[in-house]
């Protein structure tokens, strides 16, 4: 009976000893967030860290309808532009050729758009959307709106002009 009373000791101290080791390095942490400087944040992990906060958000809005935030920004692109080649929607979005390829074929395999030839080029392949892309987008759209609302809600003012106007110029190069 006793070696099994203490492993479960040893166990349970091992438990504690990782908590505690999980508390000490969540207090350097904060102490490291709290104690910086203007110029100690990097825009860079800001920026990121607002990004993938924000995906978050306007995916649980868009969760009803099955589509990530990728898949909503190319299915309302190609609502507005009309069809795209893969390279012309992946620059318009800034998305990597690789990632625009990805997502394209995924939606094409879900329904959502589908290839057509080009008009003065067959070898161009173009994105459209399909009936059921142009459904979901419409069932998307008030979702990714209320998020939208929500988002600008918690900016203050004109602070998401003057950000938006700053990111663009930092989007320029």
């Given at each position: 009976m006793a070696p099994k009373k203490d492993?479960?000791?040893?166990?349970?101290?091992?438990?504690?000893?990782?908590?505690?080791r999980d508390g000490i390095e969540a207090c350097k942490y904060m102490y490291y967030v709290t104690s910086m400087t203007y110029d100690d944040v990097c825009?860079?992990?800001t920026l990121r860290s607002a990004a993938r906060?924000?995906?978050?958000q306007y995916e649980e809005a868009l969760r009803p309808t099955g589509l990530t935030a990728s898949q909503y920004t190319i299915l309302h692109a190609l609502k507005k532009a009309g069809p795209l080649g893969p390279?012309?929607?992946?620059?318009?979005?800034?998305?990597?050729?690789?990632?625009?390829?990805?997502?394209?074929?995924?939606?094409d395999s879900q329904g959502l758009i589908e290839f057509i030839?080009?008009?003065?080029?067959?070898?161009?392949?173009?994105?459209?959307?399909?009936?059921?892309?142009?459904?979901?987008?419409?069932?998307?759209?008030p979702l990714w709106k209320l998020a939208q609302k929500e988002t600008l809600q918690r900016i203050s003012g004109d602070a998401w002009h003057v950000?938006?106007?700053a990111l663009?110029?930092?989007s320029r190069g």
């Open positions: 492993e479960g000791v040893k166990h349970l101290m091992g438990a504690v000893r990782s908590q505690l825009v860079t992990q906060l924000l995906t978050r390279s012309d929607l992946g620059q318009a979005l800034a998305f990597e050729q690789t990632t625009a390829t990805r997502l394209l074929a995924k939606m030839a080009h008009k003065h080029d067959a070898r161009r392949r173009l994105a459209r959307l399909t009936d059921l892309g142009e459904q979901t987008y419409s069932k998307a759209y950000t938006r106007d663009k110029k930092i």
